[in-house]
Structures are given as C-alpha cells and as structure tokens.
C-alpha cells in the first residue's frame, strides 16, 4: 500500500527546499554594503570580569569613546575558566549550514545535559576552500551564578547578553540570554530603512508619473469640454451645414444658369445677321448647339458671316449646300456653338436693355406665323430639342424700314427667363393712321 507523505512536491520537486534555496541568498542581503547602513549597529556596554567595560557597536570595538557613555544593551564577558572552546574546521558551505554543523558539534562533545547547555559560535576567516568556526560551552547554572554575582555592576538590567571572547577578539554571543532584544532592535531599524527605501521608491514614481498623469487629466477634461461644446453647438452646426448645402445649390444652380442659352438672344440675333436672300426652314436648339437649315443665294458666304461674328463659334456645315433645281438658292445645314457668355442667360441683364434701346435700331416688320414660329420654337427649347415649321422666314436687315412698323407690346417683344429681350434693338414708334398687331411678308 503506498504511503501518503506530507511533503510539498510538485512533478516530484521538493518545494520546501526550492523555497530554501530561493531564499537563502537573500537571507544575508542586509549585510550587503549596499543596505548594511540600514541596520545602524546597536551599542552595546560589555562587563568585562573584574572592573573593566569596553563600548561597542555591534562586533566592532571602539577603543576612543568621547563623553560618557550611553548604550542601549549591557553584555556580560564570561571568564575563561566557565568556558570550554572547540574550533571546527569544515568544507566550503553556507555560514546557516556552518551554523547547523556546529550545533551537531556542540551536542556530540558537551559534558553537560541538554537543560544546563549554553553554547555559541563565531565563523572566523578560514584558507581558501574551507570554512571554519569557533565553538564556546558553558552550564547554564554557572551562567546564571557569575550573572548574579555581577548584579550591583549590571545596575538593575534584568536580561543582559553573554559573551565570550573569540580568538579573534569578536565576541561569541551565548544564545538564550539578552541578544533577541537586540537583534529585534536590529530588525526595526532595517524595516523602518526599507520603508523609507519604499516610500522614496514611491514618491519617485508618483513625481516622474505626474507630467503624464497631468496631461491625462488635461486631455480627458479637454475631450469633455469638446463633448460640451459640441452638444451646445450642435443646433447650430446643423444650420451651418443647412447652409452650406444650400450655398452648393445655389452654385450648381449658378453654373446651369450660366451655361443657359436664351433662344430669343438667338433668335434675334440670327434676324439681324442673316441676309435678306437667306430663308429659315428649321431651327433646332440644343443646349449651346444650334442647327440651321434653310435656303440662301451662297451658302459659304453665309458660313464665312457666322463665324466671324463674335459669340458663334465652330461654325461648320454637317452636309454639303445642295442647289434646288433651277432655281439660284442652295439649300444649306449648318451648325454652330452658341457662347454662354454672349446669349446665356447671365448676361441678359438691364444694362445690355438698356444698350440695345440706346442703339436705335429699327424692329423689322416680321410676318405672323413666324412670330407663332418664334414662340413655338422657345417653347420647346425648354425640351433641349426644337423645330420650326418649314414656313420660310426671311431675314430683315436693321435697316428695312418699309411697311407698317410693329408696336413692342404686340410683335417686338417677348417674356422668357427674367428680362425682356427685344428683336433688332429698340422697338420704333408707329406712324400716324392705322396700325395692326402684326404684319405679314411675303418672300420675294
């Protein structure tokens, strides 16, 4: 039946003896030059027997005391006849196990009993390779015998340390007296040093993290100042951005009124251009693109008059002029871009009104299907597509005056897209006698 053991193992490692070994190196950490000076050694007044006394601070005699002196501890010296010495000389090993080995010294070589045992031990230098310490025995009842002989000198101090002087002039502490005292003494002191040593660590720490913890506290009460501020502007960012948009509409709607042809410009303008030989027989406006066909005397006079005329542009013929029969006309197709600038909607303004009344052009008499054939063909431009009737309309010069003049409000003007544009300039004042709201032409 296998037996249950008590031993901590885990996948068979002892872990009682790891914890020692992770340990005992820094058992002795606070006799480190680095951190000895955090566990101050306590003075001590040793009695030596007979009337002498020495001061010492810890294993260190001080041979020059200045002022008298004040020790926290008393130790007693034992004389040499209560003690018995043993030097034990031992392989290299830690000074705990050097301690341990002297111990199972001590007990195997002492002629006292184990209740009246008082032993102590000093590892002293040793050759390289080797370790080695000092061994003092005493009775406990010879110990407490001299201790009591020694009473008027302790002066009331009810637990004294004994000691014994080593080879090496260092005291070996008899254990089981006075030294826990001063090893407790020891042991506040090197707590108290290590937290100061903490505290330091800490208050280090804290001032390098404040800049950061600062800038962390700036930038979240920054973040929710913005969160503040957005909410308190948010009614007003939604109106900027209402605006904004309706600012972008305005501009698209800006840039399709400016790219906009206005077909009475054209219209007009064609009847002042075009000669009195040239019939239309069909009108086509297509955004800034417009289609003529008609008849007229030269064809290639006629193109070479439209492209030089400022605001027409890419003038050219989509099919070659064709002569009708026997007759002197030619029959032509030809197309031309329009400028914004010039027949767009932008630049139909009071000023350039007012400049063509200033001019004092002659509105020619115009037969009256071709101003239903005007109207029709500005009605379906809105389409992008339109076409007037194969009714000829001549082409009257500004200067044909003959015939009853037509009277603005009736013939010469009309309303489309904001101004009033008017063909041939400013509407002329209509002779005395009978006029009519329209007049008809016939082609010669």
Same mark, same amino acid.
């Not at 601070?57 to 209560?82: N, R, Y």
């Not at 700036?218 to 929710?224: F, G, K, L």
């Not at 031309?336 to 063509?356: E, R």
């Given at each position: 039946m296998p037996s249950i053991s008590s031993d901590a193992r885990f996948l068979g490692v002892d872990l009682h003896a790891l914890w020692r070994e992770i340990r005992s190196p820094w058992q002795g950490m606070h006799a480190w030059p680095l951190f000895s000076w955090l566990t101050p050694s306590a003075p001590v007044v040793l009695l030596h027997p007979g009337d002498g006394l020495s001061f010492w601070?810890?294993?260190?005699?001080?041979?020059?005391?200045?002022?008298?002196?004040?020790?926290?501890?008393?130790?007693?010296?034992?004389?040499?006849?209560?003690v018995l010495r043993r030097t034990l000389t031992l392989p290299p090993m830690s000074d705990s196990d050097v301690v341990k080995a002297g111990a199972l010294e001590v007990r195997a070589i002492s002629p006292f009993s184990d209740s009246d045992l008082v032993w102590g031990g000093k590892t002293v230098d040793a050759p390289a390779g080797s370790a080695k310490i000092e061994l003092a025995l005493a009775s406990r009842k010879q110990v407490a015998q001299y201790l009591a002989s020694q009473a008027a000198r302790l002066g009331g101090v009810s637990d004294p340390e004994v000691w014994?002087?080593?080879? /090496? +002039?260092? &005291?070996?502490?008899?254990?089981?007296?006075?030294?826990? *005292?001063?090893? =407790?003494?020891?042991?506040r002191w090197r707590r108290t040093g290590y937290g100061l040593l903490a505290v330091m660590a800490l208050l280090t720490v804290a001032i390098a993290m404040t800049p950061t913890l600062q800038l962390r506290e700036?930038?979240?009460?920054?973040?929710?100042s913005y969160q503040d501020a957005a909410r308190r502007t948010a009614p007003v960012v939604a109106k900027r951005d209402a605006l904004m948009q309706s600012a972008e509409k305005i501009g698209m709607l800006s840039e399709v009124l400016g790219t906009r042809i206005e077909p009475l410009k054209?219209?007009?303008?064609?009847? /002042? +251009?075009? &000669?009195?030989?040239?019939?239309?027989?069909?009108?086509? *406006?297509?955004? =800034?693109?417009?289609?003529?066909?008609?008849?007229?005397?030269?064809?290639?006079?006629?193109?070479?008059?439209?492209?030089?005329?400022?605001?027409?542009?890419?003038?050219r013929a989509p099919s070659a002029a064709t002569r009708m029969g026997n007759s002197a006309k030619e029959m032509f197709a030809i197309e031309?871009?329009?400028?914004?600038?010039?027949?767009?909607?932008?630049?139909?303004?009071?000023?350039?009104?007012?400049?063509?009344a200033a001019s004092g052009a002659v509105i020619p008499a115009l037969p009256a299907n071709a101003v239903a054939s005007a109207a029709a063909s500005s009605a379906s431009s809105a389409a992008a597509s339109a076409a007037i009737p194969t009714t000829m309309v001549p082409a009257m010069p500004a200067a044909n005056t003959a015939g009853p003049a037509v009277s603005a409000p009736a013939a010469g003007?009309?309303?489309?897209?904001?101004?009033?544009?008017?063909?041939?300039g400013s509407p002329a004042k209509a002779p005395a006698g009978p006029s009519s709201s329209s007049a008809n032409r016939t082609p010669p």
């Open positions: 601070l810890g294993d260190e005699k001080q041979s020059k005391v200045a002022g008298p002196i004040k020790a926290s501890f008393t130790a007693v010296e034992l004389p040499e006849e209560l014994v002087r080593s080879s /090496q +002039l260092r &005291p070996i502490v008899m254990r089981g007296y006075g030294e826990g *005292l001063r090893h =407790a003494h020891a042991l700036r930038a979240i009460e920054a973040a929710q054209v219209l007009d303008k064609l009847t /002042q +251009l075009l &000669p009195d030989d040239t019939y239309l027989q069909s009108f086509r *406006l297509q955004g =800034a693109k417009v289609t003529i066909v008609g008849l007229t005397n030269n064809a290639a006079a006629l193109m070479q008059l439209l492209g030089n005329e400022p605001g027409l542009r890419e003038v031309f871009m329009l400028d914004p600038h010039v027949f767009g909607v932008v630049g139909n303004t009071p000023g350039a009104a007012s400049s063509a003007k009309a309303a489309f897209g904001g101004a009033t544009p008017t063909f041939g």
